[in-house]
């Protein structure tokens, strides 16, 4: 079955960098664009990053424009987030999905992903 299982997630101070990883398991993870979104105590969960199935087409919400960097190993069957200047108010559980084949673009859309990972925490904190 689909599975996608995020990890990395950890406290670290303001200023630090992080990296996680989604690793994807039952289906072909070339053929799949996939987000990384993430949810704060008391918000929505949004968009936060998106990669095309080659890797060569990114797009990033403006409030984390420049500090992260989304990519992906298909081979490896893994996609990264890395997440650098992090802030405090980056702080929330941050979750990869898998996008339907309905769609193939780059889009931050929630309801656009059919496959949800079980999320990871990440503390932004001095």
């Known amino acids: 079955q689909v599975q996608l299982v995020e990890s990395g997630g950890d406290l670290v101070q303001p200023g630090g960098s992080l990296r996680l990883s989604c690793a994807a398991s039952?289906?072909?993870?070339?053929?799949?664009?996939i987000g990384w979104f993430r949810q704060a105590p008391g918000k929505e969960r949004e968009g936060v990053a998106c990669?095309?199935?080659?890797?060569?087409?990114?797009g990033y919400a403006d409030s984390v424009k420049g500090r992260f960097t989304i990519s992906r190993d298909n081979a490896k069957n893994t996609v990264y987030l890395q997440m650098n200047s992090l802030k405090p108010e980056d702080t929330a559980v941050y979750y990869c999905?898998?996008?339907?084949?309905?769609?193939?673009?780059?889009?931050?859309?929630?309801?656009?992903?059919?496959?949800w990972g079980q999320g990871t925490q990440v503390t932004v904190s001095s």
């Open positions: 990669i095309s199935r080659s890797g060569s087409i990114t």
């Open positions: 039952g289906f072909t993870l070339d053929y799949y664009y």
């Open positions: 999905a898998r996008q339907s084949n309905h769609y193939a673009y780059i889009d931050l859309d929630r309801t656009k992903y059919d496959y």
